[in-house]
């Protein structure tokens, strides 16, 4: 197989991992013992376009040339600096769990590998294209199936605890939050923004006759997103549209977001609940709560574990609910929580980040100020991804981290002063999706979740090839 035919089943593999990831739902292959993280077909289809690439690289004698790109080189960086933390968290601190962290390196590497892969191989402009049509057609299909799922009853797959990703097929209870194929409403929700942003700024490139498209694509993911009500998720597609529009020097547009966001926050909605809830509950602390009226019940009330308010089931794939209901009176509560379910869940998410999993990575962080305690030390979910960094990998490896988002934000701005129309308003586009993802990575662990952080890397490796084609 010569350089040629590589590069072009290069292409046709990341043309599939950019319907694949999205669409396949999060099926487990291989299970991995200590976590209920899974190994994923998706996960092979990976390091098979990756090594690939690395011979592609060999064959076509551009591996120097790849190794003198200054953010290939703080890529690079970032790697070795994570395989030295987790060598110090296995064989110096004893902080992971040997398997655990590097199954956590590996997937880092998996999916930032992506970005030069799709870099490499995205460089016409009808391949970039083609990679559009497949992503318009993917995030229509991942709407299309979350509506099935609220009014169809189609299935669910959940990741959401140890029980519900080993593959069971689950189904929406009322007033649950529609998920897709991403395994978790916040992935989903993160996954919607990053489209709405995008969308935002391409609907000024296309043509007219394809304008209309774009703005029901855009009208419909929002919709969806309202669904999930993922409140960091809603607020991180907002501040990426405006940035879009002012980037795009469409500011006369932003008077109409600012509408068109009254309006959802006026009707109706869960998401316009849990956001009235995270100010009246966390803030103001208002709302009805709970107190034990006797002093057995007040007894019981404390040996309480603070979970979900309603139980779910899991006893049959034909059965099962995945649930997250709201407006109802909660049960399984501890004196002092609101016994609203809606207000419980707002109130709980907040407390469970404030009080647990935020000083665990600031203690971590203290414990190994440079090289932190390593992947996985600071358990599954930390609910911000750059406690998380300094937590896991310290000093060194956020800042390499950093250094990768201000190169790749440089290079992609400087597409935003071309004079090609397709590639101003794509960079416009994707640079505010960054930084959409940034705010959405300070309450959730977006870099972590496999199916957005792969197409989070991916779509920035596609806007470097566009403007390497036009450079």
């Given at each position: 197989?010569?350089?040629?035919?590589?590069?072009?089943?290069?292409?046709?593999?990341?043309?599939?991992?950019?319907?694949?990831?999205?669409?396949?739902?999060?099926?487990?292959?291989?299970?991995?013992?200590?976590?209920?993280?899974?190994?994923?077909?998706?996960?092979?289809?990976?390091?098979?376009?990756?090594?690939?690439?690395?011979?592609?690289?060999?064959?076509?004698?551009?591996?120097?040339?790849?190794?003198?790109d200054k953010l290939n080189q703080v890529i690079l960086l970032f790697f070795m600096i994570g395989l030295a933390s987790t060598f110090s968290a296995i064989f110096l601190t004893s902080s992971v769990t040997p398997h655990?962290?590097?199954?956590?390196?590996?997937?880092?590497?998996?999916?930032?590998?992506?970005?030069?892969?799709?870099?490499?191989?995205?460089?016409?402009?009808?391949?970039?294209?083609?990679?559009?049509?497949?992503?318009?057609?993917?995030?229509?299909?991942?709407?299309?199936?979350?509506?099935?799922?609220?009014?169809?009853?189609?299935?669910?797959?959940?990741?959401?605890?140890?029980?519900?990703?080993?593959?069971?097929?689950?189904?929406?209870?009322?007033?649950?939050?529609?998920?897709?194929?991403?395994?978790?409403?916040?992935?989903?929700?993160?996954?919607?923004?990053?489209?709405?942003?995008?969308?935002?700024?391409?609907?000024?490139?296309?043509?007219?006759?394809?304008?209309?498209?774009?703005?029901?694509?855009?009208?419909?993911?929002?919709?969806?997103?309202?669904?999930?009500?993922?409140?960091?998720?809603?607020?991180?597609?907002?501040?990426?549209?405006?940035?879009?529009?002012?980037?795009?020097?469409?500011?006369?547009?932003?008077?109409?977001?600012?509408?068109?966001?009254?309006?959802?926050?006026?009707?109706?909605?869960?998401?316009?609940?849990?956001?009235?809830?995270?100010?009246?509950?966390?803030?103001?602390?208002?709302?009805?709560?709970?107190?034990?009226?006797?002093?057995?019940?007040?007894?019981?009330?404390?040996?309480?574990?603070?979970?979900?308010?309603?139980?779910?089931?899991?006893?049959?794939?034909?059965?099962?609910?995945?649930?997250?209901?709201?407006?109802?009176?909660?049960?399984?509560?501890?004196?002092?929580?609101?016994?609203?379910?809606?207000?419980?869940?707002?109130?709980?998410?907040?407390?469970?980040?404030?009080?647990?999993e935020w000083p665990r990575a600031i203690r971590a962080f203290i414990k190994n100020p440079l090289l932190g305690t390593g992947y996985s030390s600071i358990d599954i979910a930390t609910d911000n991804d750059f406690l998380?960094?300094?937590?896991?990998?310290?000093?060194?490896?956020?800042?390499?981290?950093?250094?990768?988002?201000?190169?790749?934000?440089?290079?992609?701005?400087?597409?935003?002063?071309?004079?090609?129309?397709?590639?101003?308003?794509?960079?416009?586009?994707?640079?505010?999706?960054?930084?959409?993802?940034?705010?959405?990575?300070?309450?959730?662990?977006?870099?972590?979740?496999?199916?957005?952080?792969?197409?989070?890397?991916?779509?920035?490796?596609?806007?470097?090839?566009?403007?390497?084609?036009?450079?």
């Open positions: 197989m010569n350089k040629l035919n590589i590069n072009n089943v290069l292409f046709f593999l990341i043309l599939f991992l950019f319907a694949f990831i999205p669409l396949y739902p999060k099926f487990p292959l291989i299970n991995i013992k200590g976590t209920f993280v899974a190994i994923r077909i998706e996960d092979f289809i990976i390091a098979l376009t990756v090594g690939l690439w690395f011979i592609y690289l060999i064959l076509s004698n551009q591996l120097k040339a790849y190794l003198k655990l962290s590097i199954l956590h390196l590996l997937r880092r590497v998996e999916f930032m590998a992506l970005l030069p892969v799709v870099a490499a191989v995205s460089t016409t402009q009808k391949r970039f294209i083609w990679v559009l049509i497949v992503l318009a057609s993917t995030i229509f299909l991942t709407n299309i199936y979350a509506l099935g799922q609220q009014y169809l009853d189609w299935p669910v797959i959940s990741t959401t605890n140890s029980e519900f990703s080993k593959g069971l097929i689950l189904r929406l209870t009322p007033g649950a939050r529609v998920n897709s194929t991403f395994a978790g409403h916040y992935d989903f929700a993160a996954f919607l923004s990053m489209a709405i942003v995008t969308l935002t700024a391409l609907f000024f490139a296309v043509k007219k006759i394809i304008s209309p498209l774009i703005v029901l694509l855009g009208g419909l993911s929002l919709a969806v997103l309202i669904m999930t009500a993922a409140r960091q998720s809603f607020v991180a597609a907002l501040i990426g549209i405006t940035l879009a529009l002012i980037l795009s020097k469409k500011k006369k547009y932003i008077l109409l977001i600012v509408i068109v966001v009254t309006g959802i926050l006026i009707l109706p909605s869960q998401l316009r609940d849990r956001f009235v809830s995270t100010v009246t509950v966390n803030f103001l602390n208002l709302g009805q709560r709970y107190q034990g009226r006797t002093d057995d019940q007040k007894a019981r009330s404390k040996l309480n574990i603070p979970t979900l308010a309603v139980k779910t089931s899991s006893t049959s794939a034909s059965t099962s609910t995945f649930a997250s209901p709201s407006g109802l009176v909660a049960t399984d509560i501890t004196p002092g929580e609101p016994i609203d379910t809606t207000q419980l869940g707002v109130y709980r998410s907040f407390q469970i980040r404030l009080n647990i998380r960094s300094v937590g896991e990998v310290g000093i060194l490896g956020t800042s390499a981290l950093v250094l990768i988002f201000i190169e790749t934000g440089k290079r992609i701005l400087s597409g935003v002063k071309k004079n090609n129309m397709l590639l101003r308003y794509f960079s416009a586009g994707v640079f505010s999706m960054m930084i959409a993802f940034i705010v959405n990575g300070l309450f959730i662990d977006v870099f972590e979740a496999s199916k957005v952080a792969s197409i989070f890397w991916m779509m920035l490796g596609l806007n470097l090839g566009l403007l390497k084609y036009y450079e």
